[in-house]
């Protein structure tokens, strides 16, 4: 069968299969993503295996999957930028702050103890330890909304440590790819530092007095959906500048485009014309695509104690981190608690910081594979673990599927 | 430099050059299809062989570059689909179905005698004449309503029968594609039309039975852009049924499942979203694509007077096919011929016609590159014609960009 056909009848699957999942999910009070997933487990090799079907004959077609998933992927940072609310995290204060570094430390260092343990050496381990520290807390603001205490001191807490976590971990990661492409030397790390600094630099700051002016001048001319094709142009220019030139993960580029364009007055426009973009079609195909290219039988029984420990360390690191930072911050023990397991959820980042670690030979099959199950167990538990805390409120509502967030 | 991060970089060049040349092409007054086709021309291997620069190592990123603008073939074929207005059709009556008709057949006729003079065999003649068959009359009811005649019989003459034009192209490039493929003996013929009669009725009659209904249930279920998902998916698997089941284009599948989804509610929802699927991307780089697939060179000296002979043959064949069916029909002798001339500039439909028959191999790099110097002067010169024939109006408006009008 003709190649472009096969890329159309595994899209189809894809998409539905995905979809469908996604909505089982969120009818079982689970969030999409977690059926987006293990559907994906279930159609690669894991089950399926369906991109060796004796229909998809065309050797390219995992490759294509993969380049539209890499496509979800920078638009999912895109938006993720856009949504950053920096007003909200300064307004939830020290605690917040505190949660969301010691959040990142705490995964990093115990993380890459599980890693250095595992006979892994250091930079492979830090990079387990950052795939770690990605939260991923929609699901979390969800269960406190159905709880109705999300506008209390740990719902804001915990939106404002998020938004730190974000920010952090793109940033480290970045640092990361950078030191560990170039880390021969003393001055070859400050050049890759330099390349880094330069890089941002230029991009937030020239970009955003540039691309706002650009934008509303776009937006003035007669220009067919002009301003949603600067939006993806910049996007792709900068996840391309950001690894080509500043030696960074290409996501980094995405997020910094989507940080600028969040702040101008094309904020809704976009906005609008990315979610269709992301959620029709190319952020499911990323999910499957991440079971795809995972074998969870390639774990074998010697690898699922190395699963279930980093879960254990996930929700672990998560609590003790981000409840130290909250407690330093003021908050009480039981507060500190319930932001830590809040936090201790994971998501699309993790799995993005995993994907790129495995591109570029930092974190091995099993690891990913590790990754995946844990991204699973961490987003079934934390709602689990987060109404355990709460009393249930007295003739409350009805919980309210999580599709009404999005991932 | 990493496959992922050239594909990132071909696509920002592709969509920041075609955009803009789109732009300019309308600031001088001229559809943005003719832009952003010169500019694919100038990218492509006729001037800079923008894909075979240091930069862009990767052997595959033509092929990827080429799916995503089979991919935005297809949402423009649904989008078509959509617009396809069968009251507006019917309201013109006789003149614009007879105009429609026999302005298929002359060129299909005219065409395929230039090819068969050319020493092009009869299957081969015979999808030349094809390919000059498909009319886009954007342009000329842009003129028109720059010209304050949109509203007359001519204006309304030519909008039916562009929609009769385009539902036959679409069925006849089916039905060429079908039995030029098993062509060998009356059986495998009458196989092959049954094959299309089966997958036509199914599509059609099953799908407008189902489609509508499984729009209104996932429109109200908690699935993030599940709409659009669905729109897509079900774009995909038509394209991919029309080929691979029905053995006709996959456009025709695009095309069917647009008319479908374009007589549901849910028609204002989905147009947009697709829209900002098409133009911000997709569209831009299918129209780029064929530039990168066109060596202009390649035709050589030996090759400029086929060329020439196609465009004139282009547009007598229009003129007089749409001419004698409106004369028919029951307009006068100017009037008729103001419709011809109006109908004889192609565009995107005559482009993906011959796209698919080069992928088939019906057409050859010279043929090629001839619809596509054929496209551009045809949409050069009908405004100018066809503002030649109409007494310019007095302290009428000053001409609006033709960006108003998608291509």
Same mark, same amino acid.
């Given at each position: 069968?003709?190649?472009?056909?096969?890329?159309?009848?595994?899209?189809?699957?894809?998409v539905?299969?995905?979809?469908?999942?996604g909505?089982? +999910?969120?009818?079982?009070?689970? #969030? %999409?993503?977690?059926?987006?997933?293990?559907?994906?487990?279930?159609?690669? #090799?894991?089950?399926?295996?369906?991109?060796?079907?004796?229909?998809?004959?065309?050797?390219?077609?995992?490759?294509?999957?993969?380049y539209?998933?890499?496509?979800?992927?920078?638009?999912?940072m895109?938006?993720?930028g856009? =949504?950053?609310?920096?007003?909200a995290?300064?307004?939830?204060?020290?605690?917040?702050?505190?949660?969301?570094?010691?959040?990142?430390?705490?995964?990093?260092?115990?993380?890459?103890?599980?890693?250095?343990? %595992?006979?892994?050496?250091?930079?492979?381990?830090?990079?387990?330890?950052?795939?770690?520290?990605?939260?991923?807390?929609?699901?979390?603001?969800?269960?406190?909304?159905?709880?109705?205490?999300?506008?209390?001191?740990?719902?804001?807490?915990?939106?404002?440590?998020?938004?730190?976590?974000?920010?952090?971990?793109?940033?480290?990661? %970045?640092?990361? /790819?950078?030191?560990?492409?170039? %880390?021969?030397?003393?001055?070859?790390?400050?050049?890759?530092? !330099?390349?880094?600094?330069?890089f941002?630099?230029?991009?937030?700051?020239?970009?955003?007095?540039?691309?706002?002016?650009?934008? !509303?001048?776009?937006?003035? *001319?007669?220009?067919?959906?002009?301003?949603?094709?600067?939006?993806?142009?910049v996007t792709?220019?900068?996840?391309? $500048?950001?690894?080509?030139?500043?030696?960074? !993960?290409?996501?980094?580029?995405?997020?910094?485009?989507?940080?600028?364009?969040?702040?101008?007055?094309?904020?809704?426009?976009?906005?609008?014309? /990315?979610?269709?973009?992301?959620?029709?079609?190319?952020? #499911?195909?990323?999910?499957?695509?991440?079971?795809? =290219?995972?074998? $969870?039988?390639?774990?074998?029984? +010697?690898?699922?104690?190395? $699963?279930?420990?980093?879960?254990?360390?996930?929700?672990? +690191?998560?609590?003790?981190?981000?409840?130290?930072?909250?407690?330093?911050?003021?908050?009480?023990n039981? =507060?500190?608690?319930?932001?830590?397991?809040?936090?201790?959820?994971?998501?699309?980042?993790?799995?993005?910081?995993?994907?790129?670690?495995?591109?570029?030979? *930092?974190?091995?099959?099993?690891?990913?594979? +590790?990754?995946?199950? /844990?991204?699973l167990?961490?987003?079934?538990?934390?709602?689990?673990?987060?109404r355990?805390?709460?009393?249930?409120?007295?003739?409350? #509502?009805?919980?309210?599927?999580?599709?009404?967030?999005?991932?």
């Amino acid at each position: 069968m003709d190649p472009v056909l096969q890329l159309l009848l595994a899209l189809f699957i894809i998409v539905v299969m995905a979809k469908s999942a996604g909505y089982l +999910s969120t009818r079982l009070g689970q #969030p %999409s993503v977690l059926g987006e997933l293990l559907i994906g487990l279930i159609l690669g #090799p894991t089950v399926l295996n369906m991109l060796h079907w004796p229909v998809f004959g065309d050797p390219h077609l995992e490759e294509t999957i993969s380049y539209l998933a890499h496509l979800g992927v920078l638009i999912l940072m895109f938006v993720a930028g856009m =949504e950053v609310d920096l007003e909200a995290m300064l307004k939830a204060g020290r605690p917040a702050v505190l949660a969301g570094v010691i959040g990142v430390i705490a995964p990093i260092l115990l993380g890459g103890l599980q890693g250095w343990l %595992s006979g892994f050496d250091l930079a492979h381990s830090a990079f387990i330890g950052l795939t770690l520290a990605a939260t991923s807390v929609s699901i979390s603001a969800q269960t406190l909304m159905e709880l109705q205490v999300l506008r209390t001191r740990v719902g804001m807490g915990l939106l404002g440590a998020a938004v730190v976590d974000d920010v952090l971990v793109v940033l480290l990661l %970045s640092v990361f /790819m950078g030191v560990a492409a170039g %880390s021969s030397s003393l001055l070859s790390v400050l050049w890759v530092l !330099a390349r880094m600094v330069i890089f941002l630099v230029l991009a937030i700051w020239l970009g955003g007095k540039i691309l706002p002016r650009l934008g !509303a001048l776009v937006e003035r *001319l007669p220009i067919s959906e002009g301003v949603m094709a600067l939006a993806l142009a910049v996007t792709f220019l900068y996840a391309w $500048a950001a690894e080509a030139l500043g030696g960074m !993960a290409a996501i980094t580029g995405a997020f910094i485009a989507g940080l600028i364009f969040g702040r101008t007055p094309l904020r809704e426009e976009i906005e609008h014309g /990315m979610h269709t973009l992301a959620y029709a079609w190319l952020v #499911p195909v990323f999910f499957v695509s991440i079971g795809l =290219e995972t074998n $969870a039988r390639a774990l074998g029984v +010697s690898g699922i104690p190395f $699963a279930l420990i980093m879960v254990v360390v996930a929700v672990l +690191s998560k609590v003790i981190g981000c409840g130290l930072g909250a407690r330093l911050g003021g908050f009480t023990n039981g =507060e500190a608690l319930r932001l830590g397991v809040g936090m201790s959820s994971r998501g699309e980042v993790g799995l993005i910081v995993a994907t790129v670690g495995m591109s570029s030979g *930092l974190i091995d099959d099993l690891v990913f594979a +590790s990754v995946v199950i /844990m991204v699973l167990v961490t987003t079934l538990l934390t709602p689990i673990m987060l109404r355990a805390l709460y009393p249930r409120p007295a003739g409350g #509502p009805q919980p309210r599927p999580a599709a009404e967030i999005d991932q």
